[in-house]
């Protein structure tokens, strides 16, 4: 639910509830109004007609009544009964009727105070004022003066439905109001929003929020995205060019020192071909040089690799076939030593698989993977280069997956991440002439083609590391 929906029915809520507590006060106070007048009008009778009556004891026998129709009306009846409770005289509009006349009533009547009743009689309901004549001391009869309370009840019945169908109207015009002005109020921060997501997609860092409001609270969020913008454009820019500078350095320095790192191994090589009879600490001495000046060699082609991938740039890839370049590395692979057995199963399906790829950068990687099993797999193991095709997510290609696999020591569980990080050396290979660089080549090749490496190891269990290539077929 959207946070002008949920303000809209906490605003409305809050409007009904108030409307409701109105209502009922208004509705209470009209109530006791009406009957309060009523009280007042039946109260001001029974003392009229009390002024108007001569009442000799006892009351029956020798009773001097006015007319009591004189102070009658439509709506109030009078009627006069004694201390017994037998009728002594009511007014016409009475009938054949008679006001109630309870045990009840006979015996609060004895107080000789006045007081009032509502009773039901012949669907009617009616307010009487029970008035307690009395004479030398005693209780002569009682006047009683009723008043039906129909035309209140109705004025009561109108007031409530016009109360409700007010209230229901206010609420829902008020709700409906209320949702217009909250998406009014609301349309800047939707603009705030989506200007903010297409920065987010697009990494347009120099965009920036319009607004010409008020300085509000809404204009104050925009000024604070604003200034939070304006900052992480500048770190961006300052990170960016402190990358720049050092892809490049890492690319010019990769350059440079091919040139010297050539000439040392060429003339290390040369110098052993001149030297084969000599002592045997100069042999050993002029083969670590060619052993030292390969290995840089390896560290500085894999650094430049790494500088142009970081650079961004794109690579040159073609439709191949995946099946012919893994033939090609498994016919490479089976030289790598002969201290192990080499096992290769490719792609147990007709017809080719395609997948746009830099071919030479897929064999780098697949040479890399080959070489740290060579490296770490204990003489009488084995090494498995196996291909297979593997189904895609929905919506997505089909997927090649080529794994390396080895018999040797494993990789405990908490280096299973580091070792694809750069020049990352963990405790099973320190006895290894590599650069650290490997690996972390490895990834960054595979992630350029859109793909991911996937590693399954244990201690003691050997290494299985699994290229994802995206196919076209």
Same mark, same amino acid.
């Given at each position: 639910?959207?946070?002008r929906?949920?303000l809209?029915?906490l605003?409305t ?11 009922g006060?208004v509705?209470?106070?009209m ?6 007048e009523?009280?007042?009008s039946?109260?001001t009778k029974?003392?009229?007609v009390?002024?108007?009556?001569q009442i000799?004891?006892?009351?029956r ?5 006015p ?5 009658s ?5 009078l009627?006069?009964?004694d201390?017994q409770g037998?009728l002594?005289?009511?007014s016409r509009?009475l009938?054949?009727r008679?006001?109630p ?7 609060k009547?004895l107080?000789?105070k006045?007081f009032y009743?509502?009773v039901?009689? *012949? ?5 009487i004022y029970?008035?307690p004549?009395i004479v030398? @001391?005693k209780m002569? @009869? ?13 004025v ?12 229901l109207?206010t609420?829902?015009?008020?709700g409906?109001?209320?949702l217009s ?5 609301f349309?800047p921060?939707?603009?705030i929003s989506?200007?903010?997501s297409s920065?987010q997609?697009?990494? *347009?860092?120099?965009r920036?929020?319009d607004y010409?409001g008020p300085r509000?609270?809404?204009g104050?969020?925009?000024?604070t ?6 900052r992480?454009?500048?770190?961006y820019r300052r990170?960016?060019?402190s ?7 890492? $690319?010019d320095?990769s350059?440079?020192?091919r040139?010297p790192l050539t000439?040392?191994? @060429?003339n290390a ?7 084969e ?7 050993d001495?002029?083969r *670590?040089i060619?052993s030292?000046a390969?290995r840089?060699?390896?560290?500085? $082609?894999g650094l430049l690799t ?7 740039r794109?690579?040159?890839t ?6 012919g370049?893994l033939?090609?590395? $498994? ?7 002969d ?6 199963k490719?792609?147990q399906?007709?017809g080719e ?6 071919a030479?950068?897929i ?9 740290n099993?060579?490296?770490y797999?204990?003489?009488?193991g084995t090494v498995?280069l196996?291909a297979e095709?593997r189904?895609?997510k929905?919506?997505e290609?089909?997927?090649a997956?080529?794994t390396?696999? *080895?018999?040797?020591p ?5 280096e299973k991440?580091?070792?694809f ?6 405790d099973c290979?320190r006895c290894?002439?590599g ?14 083609h859109?793909?991911g490496?996937?590693?399954r190891?244990?201690?003691g269990e050997?290494?299985?590391f699994?290229v994802?290539?995206?196919l076209?077929?």
């Amino acid at each position: 639910m959207s946070v002008r929906l949920k303000l809209t029915f906490l605003y409305t809520g809050v409007l009904a509830l108030t409307l409701t507590i109105f209502a009922g006060l208004v509705y209470v106070n009209m109530s006791r109004t009406l009957h309060n007048e009523i009280d007042q009008s039946i109260y001001t009778k029974a003392l009229s007609v009390v002024k108007s009556i001569q009442i000799p004891y006892p009351l029956r026998e020798i009773l001097l009544l006015p007319d009591v129709d004189v102070f009658s009306s439509p709506d109030t009846y009078l009627q006069v009964v004694d201390e017994q409770g037998r009728l002594a005289a009511h007014s016409r509009n009475l009938g054949a009727r008679l006001l109630p006349l309870s045990e009840s009533t006979l015996k609060k009547a004895l107080t000789g105070k006045g007081f009032y009743e509502t009773v039901r009689s *012949d669907n009617l309901t009616l307010r009487i004022y029970n008035l307690p004549l009395i004479v030398n @001391g005693k209780m002569a @009869g009682i006047l009683q003066v009723g008043r039906t309370l129909y035309q209140t009840d109705e004025v009561l019945k109108r007031l409530k439905l016009f109360m409700f169908t007010m209230g229901l109207s206010t609420v829902v015009i008020a709700g409906l109001l209320g949702l217009s002005l909250a998406r009014v109020a609301f349309r800047p921060v939707e603009k705030i929003s989506e200007t903010a997501s297409s920065i987010q997609k697009g990494s *347009d860092l120099e965009r920036r929020i319009d607004y010409s409001g008020p300085r509000d609270e809404l204009g104050m969020l925009v000024f604070t995205i604003n200034g939070m913008l304006e900052r992480l454009e500048t770190a961006y820019r300052r990170l960016e060019r402190s990358n720049e500078v050092q892809r490049r350095f890492v $690319a010019d320095a990769s350059h440079e020192l091919r040139t010297p790192l050539t000439t040392i191994r @060429g003339n290390a090589e040369f110098l052993i071909k001149m030297r084969e009879k000599g002592q045997p600490e100069e042999m050993d001495a002029l083969r *670590d040089i060619v052993s030292e000046a390969e290995r840089l060699t390896r560290m500085v $082609a894999g650094l430049l690799t790494l500088a142009r991938a970081d650079a961004g740039r794109e690579l040159e890839t073609v439709g191949t076939d995946l099946g012919g370049l893994l033939d090609e590395v $498994a016919r490479g692979g089976r030289l790598l030593g002969d201290h192990v057995h080499f096992e290769y199963k490719g792609f147990q399906i007709p017809g080719e698989l395609t997948a746009k790829v830099n071919a030479d950068l897929i064999k780098q990687v697949l040479f890399i993977m080959l070489d740290n099993a060579f490296k770490y797999t204990p003489p009488g193991g084995t090494v498995t280069l196996r291909a297979e095709r593997r189904k895609g997510k929905p919506g997505e290609k089909d997927l090649a997956a080529v794994t390396v696999s *080895d018999t040797g020591p494993g990789i405990p569980e908490e280096e299973k991440e580091k070792i694809f990080q750069r020049f990352y050396r963990g405790d099973c290979i320190r006895c290894s002439s590599g650069s650290g660089l490997g690996l972390s080549i490895a990834r960054r090749i595979v992630e350029l083609h859109q793909g991911g490496i996937e590693l399954r190891t244990g201690v003691g269990e050997g290494s299985h590391f699994t290229v994802l290539l995206p196919l076209d077929n």
